[in-house]
C-alpha cells in the first residue's frame, strides 16, 4: 500500500466522564475507500469531529501527508485538503445549486471580501464542471430547496469536490436515502475517489452500501477499534456480529 | 467593613425585584420561546396595581390591607398576561421570532398609554410596609426592616418554584414543553392551557415584582423599559429558560450595582453590562442556561433566494428617485425636512436589514450606531468646531468604530441571545451619552448643529440627504450581490456547512456587523444635521424598535422593503403625534396586528400574494431525480 | 379501526400527499413502506394531527379525528413515536414516563412503570439517568415506552429501526409482536423490508405521496417484482 495521506493515532476525546473516542489510530492511502461502522455512540461522529478539527482531541494526533494538523479549526483543515459531507446534508438554502458551488470556489480563492463585483458570475465554467462530475449541471440554476435529498447530497459532493480535496469525509452520506439511490452515490463517490486519488472515509448503517463500496473497514465500539479490515474478514469477525451485526439468520426476511 | 455589609444587604433587596421579572421571563421564554418585551410592563403594571389596591384595602382592612394587595395585584398582572396570551401571544407561536418580539414590543406601548390614562403622568409612591416600616441595626448600621422581607422572598420565591417544577406533574410537563412542546402535545397535554397557565405564572411573578418596590420606589411610567434592559442582561447571564440562573444572575447584577454607585456612580450601568458581556463571550448560553437554547435561531429560512432585480425593477428605482429629486419643486420647507428625515431613516433601517436579511443577525440596539454617527457629528461641530464635510466624513467611521467593538462580542452569539446583546451594548451607549454629562450635555442634548451655509435651505439639504441616502442604498445592494455578500448569506444559511468551505463565519458577519455600524453612522449624521440638535434618546430602545418596526413592514428579505417600510412608519408616527397624545398606543396596536397579520411584513406578504398567483405547482417530496 | 380516506398533505406549495387512503384493522401491524420522500412520515404525522390535512378524511373506530389537534388525537387512543425519538434531554428517564402517562379512556388495566421495564429491561436500570444521556437504542425504547404510559390503543411508530445497531433492531422487532400479542394495534413506516417482514401483517407501499400496493406483507415479502419497483429493492 502507498504511503498514508491522512493518519490519525491514539485520539481521544472525552464527554464529561464519557470517553467518546479512546485511543483510535486508523490510516487512508490515496484512492482508497475506508467504511467506519459501529453501533449508534461509539464514537464515529466524534471521530469526525477530531479528524476535520470541529471537536478538540484531548490526545492524539492528526497528520495529513506528514503535516500535524490537530487542534486547527475545520476551515483552516479545508483548506489543507480535507473535505466533508454531514449526516444531515448542509447547503446554503438561500442560493441556487451553482451559487453554492461558487462560494466555495470563491472561498478557496480568497475572494469573499470583495464588495463589488457580481459573485455569480465567479469562474461559471469551473461550477459547471464540479456539477457535472456529480450528475447534478442540470439543476444549476435551482435552489437546493426544491431538490430530491439525494440530489442535495450530490451537491454537497461538489461543494465538497471544489477544493480539490486530497481526503473526504463522509458522515452517513446515504442516511434518508433510498436503497437504489445510496449504491449510485457511493459508486460515483468510490469512481471519483479512484480517478482523482482521494482517499475517502465514511460512515455507514447500511451494510450494502459498506459492503459493497468499502475497500476495507473499520468497526469502532465504545470508542475503541474492535476490528479493522477487509469487509469479509470484518464481517466474519464473532465480537463484530455480536455488538454491532447481531445474529446472521435473524435478519433475513420473514413472510408471516 | 460595616458599611460594606450593608451595602452588600441592600444588594440583596434590590436583587428580590429583578429576580421575580427575570425569572418570569425565563419561565415564559423556556415554554413559548417568545422573548417577551411586555414583561417590563408587568412589572410597571404590579407596582401600579399595588398601590391602588393597597390604598384601597388599608382603610378598610389595616396593615393586613397592604399584604393582601402584593399577591392581589400579583394576581392580576398574572390575569392580564393570560389575557394577552389568548389574544396576542397564541396567535404568534408559528411566527418569525423577530415579529414575536415586536408584537410584544407594541404591547408595551399599548400598556404604558393605558397606564397613562388610568394612573397619569405623576410617580405615585407607596405606603411604608406596616409591620416592617422600622430599621434594624446591623453591625451598626441601619437596615429597613422591608429590605430582610425582600432578601428572604427571593429564596422563598425560588424553593417554591423549585418543588413547583420537579414535584408536581404539571411543572415536569412545563419543563417537558420547554423541550420539545410538539412532543408534549401528541403525548396527550393541551398545550393552549399549558402555555396559558405558563404565561400566567410568568407574569405573575413579574407583578409580584413590581408590587413588592413599592416602598422602595414609586410607581412610574419608566419603569417598564428601565427594568426590562436590566432584565435582559439578568436572564441572559443567567440562561433563557432556567430558573437558579436568573437568581444567581440578579444576585451578582443587583451587588455590582450596590456597589459600582460607590465606586464609579457614572458608569455603573456601563459596569453591569461588561459584566454581561464578559459572561456571555466566556459561556454563551449563560451560566446556568442550555446550548441548544441559545442557539435557536430564526425559524424558517428565506422562502426563495434573493436575485438582483430585472430591467424594469430598475427602471421603476430609477423612476422614483427621479420623482424624489423632483420633490423640492412642489414642496415647502416643511414637507422637505420630513421628507429628508424618512429618508434618513430608510438608510438607518436598510443598513438595519442588511445585517438581519442577509447576516441572520437581530439586532435590538441599532440605534447604538446610528447615535455614534449623530454624536461624533454634534461633538466635532460644538466642541471642535469641525466644518460640514468633515464632521459628516466622521459620523460612518464612528458608527463602525463602534459596531467594530461591540459587534467583536455580538457575533459569537445568534439568536435572541446575539439580539438582547445589541440591547444591552445599546443600553451602555445611551447610559454614556445619558450619564457623561460634561461631554454630552446629558439629558439636555448638544444644540445649534447647522448643516453649512450651501446646505442650510431645506431643498438643498434634502438633495444632499437625498444623494447621500441613494448612493449608500444601492452601494448596500450592490454588497449583498457580491462576494461579500454571499459569505455573509452562507454564514447565516449553515454556520456549519460555511465553516467547512473555509470560510470564518465568525468574521464574515463581524465585517458585516461593522459595514451595517458605518451605514446606520452616516444616517446618524445626517439625522444630527436635520434636526440641528443630539440627544440622548437617538440611542434609546424605541429608536432601535423603530427600526426594526420599518424593517419589519418592509419584509426582512425584501430588498426594497425598509425603504417602503421607513416611508409607511415616519410618516405615519409623524402624522400621528400631531393628532394626539396617545399615539404610542395607536402605533402599539397597530404594530400588533400587523405582526399578527402579516408574518412577512407588508412587502412580504405582497410578493408571497403575487408569487402563489403567478404559478402553484404540485410538487412531490421527491421532486426531480438526476 | 382506523381508515384513511383521500388524504392530502401540503407543506407550502409543495404536494406531498396525493389522496391516499388505507384501513388499519385492529389487533395487526401494518407497515407503511416506501422509499424516503415517498411521504410516509408525512402520512403518520397527519394521523396524528401534527400536520395539517389539506383534504380527506381520517376516522378512528368511524369517528373523524381530522382536523383535531394533537393532544385530543392522542387522547382518542392513538400513540405515535416520532423517527427522531424526541425524548425530552433533560429530564430523567422516569419524568419523561410521567409526562407520557395518561389512564386509559375505556377502563382497560393501565400501562405501569414496572411493565414498559418489562418490555424494555435496559431502562430498569436507567430511571434516574438524564434521558439525553442515554445510547440511541435506549432513547428509542424510552420514546416507545413514554407513549405506551398514554395506553394507546392504536400505536404509531415512524421508522423504528432506523439509525440503530442491527441486536437493538431485533429487540425493537421482538418489542412490536409483544405489544400486538398484548392486543395493541401497531401502525409503522418502515424502509427496511427486513424488519418490516418479521413484524407486520399487511403492508401498505407508498410512492410518491398515493398508496401503490394494499395486501399481506408474505404477498410483497414474495414479489421480487412489486419490491423492486416501489421499494427499489
Not at chain 1, 147 to 171: H, S
Not at chain 2, 75 to 91: I, K
Request: with cysteine; hydrophobic share 50%.
Amino acid at each position: 500500500m502507498s504511503r498514508p495521506v491522512l493518519e490519525a493515532e491514539n485520539l481521544a476525546k472525552r464527554f464529561g466522564g464519557v470517553r467518546a473516542v479512546d485511543g483510535v489510530s486508523l490510516d487512508l492511502a490515496a484512492g482508497e475507500v475506508l467504511a467506519m461502522i459501529g453501533p449508534n455512540g461509539a464514537g464515529k461522529s466524534t471521530c469526525f469531529n477530531l479528524l476535520n478539527g470541529q471537536e478538540r482531541a484531548d490526545a492524539g494526533q492528526v497528520r495529513l501527508a506528514g503535516r500535524e494538523i490537530t487542534g486547527l479549526p475545520p476551515r483552516t483543515v479545508w483548506r489543507l485538503g480535507i473535505g466533508r459531507t454531514f449526516q444531515v446534508a448542509a447547503v446554503f438554502a438561500s442560493m441556487s445549486v451553482a451559487e453554492t458551488v461558487q462560494v466555495a470556489l470563491l472561498s478557496h480563492d480568497r475572494q469573499l471580501w470583495r464588495p463589488w463585483r457580481r459573485a455569480n458570475r465567479y469562474r461559471r465554467e469551473r461550477a459547471r464542471a464540479l456539477l457535472a462530475q456529480v450528475g447534478m449541471d442540470w439543476a444549476a440554476e435551482r435552489t437546493c430547496g426544491t431538490l430530491a435529498y439525494g440530489d442535495v447530497k450530490r451537491v454537497e459532493l461538489a461543494v465538497a469536490l471544489a477544493n480539490d480535496p486530497r481526503v473526504l469525509l463522509m458522515d452517513e452520506p446515504t442516511a434518508g436515502m433510498a436503497p437504489a439511490e445510496r449504491g449510485q452515490l457511493m459508486a460515483l463517490t468510490q469512481e471519483i475517489a479512484r480517478a482523482r486519488g482521494i482517499a475517502v472515509l465514511f460512515t455507514e448503517h447500511d451494510m450494502d452500501v459498506v459492503f459493497g463500496h468499502a475497500d476495507r473497514v473499520v468497526v469502532l465500539h465504545q470508542g475503541r477499534v474492535l476490528a479493522r479490515g477487509t469487509p469479509q474478514a470484518v464481517r466474519a469477525e464473532p465480537e463484530v456480529q455480536r455488538v454491532y451485526l447481531g445474529a446472521p439468520a435473524s435478519t433475513e426476511p420473514t413472510a408471516c | 467593613m460595616d458599611f460594606v455589609a450593608v451595602q452588600f444587604l441592600t444588594g440583596l433587596a434590590s436583587a428580590c425585584a429583578l429576580f421575580l421579572v427575570a425569572c418570569g421571563l425565563s419561565i415564559i421564554f423556556g415554554v413559548t420561546r417568545i422573548v417577551n418585551f411586555a414583561h417590563g410592563s408587568f412589572f410597571m403594571v404590579g407596582a401600579y396595581g399595588a398601590y391602588s389596591l393597597s390604598g384601597a384595602l388599608m382603610p378598610l382592612l389595616g396593615g393586613l390591607g397592604f399584604w393582601l394587595a402584593l399577591p392581589l395585584a400579583a394576581l392580576g398582572v398574572g390575569l392580564l398576561g393570560a389575557l394577552v396570551e389568548v389574544a396576542v401571544l397564541r396567535r404568534l407561536y408559528r411566527s418569525h421570532e423577530l415579529f414575536q418580539l415586536l408584537a410584544t414590543f407594541g404591547l408595551v406601548l399599548v400598556i404604558k398609554d393605558a397606564a397613562l390614562i388610568t394612573w397619569g403622568p405623576q410617580d405615585l409612591l407607596g405606603p411604608r410596609a406596616p409591620g416592617a416600616a422600622g430599621a434594624v441595626t446591623v453591625l451598626g448600621e441601619q437596615i429597613p426592616e422591608y429590605d430582610l422581607v425582600l432578601i428572604a422572598l427571593g429564596p422563598l420565591v425560588l424553593a417554591g418554584l423549585w418543588l413547583l417544577f420537579h414535584r408536581t406533574r404539571w411543572g415536569v410537563l412545563v419543563r417537558a414543553a420547554t423541550q420539545d412542546r410538539e412532543m408534549v402535545g401528541a403525548l396527550g397535554v393541551d398545550q393552549k392551557k399549558l402555555f396559558t397557565g405558563v404565561v400566567f405564572l410568568g407574569s405573575a411573578l413579574a407583578g409580584l415584582g413590581g408590587a413588592v418596590q413599592i416602598p422602595r420606589e414609586a410607581a412610574n411610567l419608566n419603569m417598564d423599559l428601565n427594568i426590562i434592559a436590566e432584565v435582559f442582561a439578568v436572564t441572559v447571564v443567567g440562561g433563557m429558560g432556567s430558573i437558579a440562573g436568573p437568581f444567581l444572575a440578579a444576585l451578582l447584577v443587583a451587588q455590582l450595582n450596590a456597589f459600582g454607585i460607590l465606586i464609579l456612580p457614572e458608569i455603573s450601568i456601563v459596569l453591569l453590562f461588561l459584566v454581561m458581556a464578559v459572561v456571555l463571550v466566556l459561556r454563551p448560553q449563560g451560566l446556568l442556561g442550555r446550548k441548544e437554547l441559545a442557539g435557536s435561531a430564526t425559524h424558517g429560512a428565506p422562502e426563495s433566494p434573493l436575485r438582483p432585480e430585472g430591467w424594469t425593477l430598475g427602471l421603476i428605482g430609477l423612476a422614483v428617485l427621479l420623482a424624489l429629486a423632483a420633490l423640492p419643486l412642489v414642496a415647502g420647507g416643511y414637507q422637505l425636512s420630513v421628507a429628508s428625515e424618512i429618508l434618513i431613516f430608510a438608510l438607518f433601517a436598510a443598513s438595519l436589514q442588511f445585517i438581519m436579511g442577509v447576516g441572520g443577525m437581530i439586532s435590538f440596539g441599532h440605534a447604538a450606531y446610528l447615535g455614534l454617527g449623530a454624536y461624533a457629528v454634534a461633538l466635532s461641530v460644538t466642541h471642535w468646531h469641525a466644518p460640514m464635510t468633515g464632521a459628516l466624513a466622521l459620523a460612518p467611521v464612528a458608527g463602525a468604530l463602534g459596531a467594530l467593538v461591540f459587534g467583536w462580542f455580538c457575533v459569537r452569539l445568534s439568536g435572541v441571545y446575539l439580539a438582547m446583546l445589541t440591547l444591552a451594548f445599546a443600553q451602555i451607549a445611551w447610559a454614556v451619552a445619558f450619564q457623561w454629562v460634561g461631554l454630552t450635555g446629558g439629558d439636555n442634548g448638544l444644540l445649534g448643529i447647522w448643516p453649512a451655509a450651501w446646505a442650510s435651505a431645506p431643498a438643498a439639504f434634502y438633495w444632499l440627504t437625498l444623494g447621500l441616502v441613494a448612493a449608500a442604498v444601492l452601494l448596500l445592494r450592490r454588497i449583498v450581490f457580491a462576494p461579500f455578500g454571499y459569505g455573509l448569506r452562507a454564514s447565516r444559511d449553515s454556520t456549519l456547512r460555511a465553516e467547512a468551505v473555509g470560510i470564518h463565519t465568525r468574521r464574515q458577519r463581524w465585517y458585516g456587523f461593522t459595514l451595517a455600524g458605518a451605514f446606520a453612522g452616516l444616517a446618524g449624521g445626517l439625522y444630527a444635521f436635520a434636526k440641528g440638535s443630539v440627544f440622548p434618546e437617538v440611542l434609546s430602545i424605541p429608536m432601535s424598535l423603530d427600526a426594526l418596526v420599518m424593517v419589519l413592514l418592509g419584509g426582512v428579505q425584501t430588498l426594497a422593503g425598509p425603504l417602503v417600510g421607513a416611508a409607511v412608519f415616519d410618516g405615519l408616527q409623524t402624522w400621528l403625534m400631531s393628532e394626539t397624545d396617545y399615539w404610542r398606543a395607536i402605533v402599539g396596536a397597530g404594530v400588533v396586528a400587523l405582526c399578527v397579520a402579516f408574518p412577512r411584513g407588508l412587502v412580504g406578504n405582497l410578493r408571497a400574494l403575487q408569487e402563489s398567483r403567478r404559478d402553484t405547482p404540485a410538487v412531490s417530496e421527491e421532486g426531480a431525480s438526476g | 379501526m382506523l381508515s384513511v380516506r383521500a388524504l392530502e398533505v401540503l407543506y407550502g406549495r409543495a404536494q406531498v400527499l396525493f389522496g391516499v387512503g388505507f384501513d388499519v384493522p385492529g389487533g395487526q401491524v401494518t407497515a407503511l413502506m416506501g422509499r424516503n420522500g415517498a411521504g410516509k412520515s408525512t402520512t403518520l404525522k397527519a394521523l396524528m394531527g401534527l400536520v395539517p390535512p389539506a383534504s380527506g378524511e381520517i376516522r378512528l373506530d368511524g369517528r373523524r379525528v381530522d382536523g383535531w389537534p394533537p393532544y385530543r388525537i392522542a387522547r382518542a387512543g392513538l400513540g405515535y413515536v416520532a423517527e427522531d425519538r424526541r425524548i425530552f434531554p433533560d429530564m430523567t428517564v422516569a419524568e419523561n414516563l410521567e409526562v407520557g402517562r395518561r389512564a386509559p379512556a375505556d377502563g382497560r388495566a393501565p400501562w405501569t412503570v414496572a411493565e414498559v421495564e418489562r418490555l424494555f429491561p435496559n431502562l430498569a436500570d436507567l430511571r434516574d439517568r438524564r434521558a439525553g444521556q442515554t445510547s440511541g437504542g435506549e432513547q428509542q425504547m424510552l420514546a416507545v415506552a413514554r407513549t405506551l404510559m398514554g395506553n394507546p390503543r392504536l400505536l404509531l411508530l415512524d421508522e423504528p429501526s432506523e439509525g440503530l445497531a442491527p441486536v437493538i433492531v431485533q429487540q425493537m422487532a421482538a418489542a412490536v409482536r409483544a405489544l400486538k400479542a398484548g392486543g395493541v394495534t401497531v401502525l409503522l413506516s418502515e424502509q427496511n423490508l427486513r424488519f418490516a417482514g418479521s413484524v407486520a401483517d399487511r403492508a401498505v407501499v407508498l410512492e410518491k405521496g398515493a398508496v401503490r400496493f394494499d395486501g399481506a406483507m408474505a404477498a410483497l415479502a414474495d414479489d421480487p417484482a412489486l419490491r423492486h419497483t416501489y421499494l427499489a429493492l
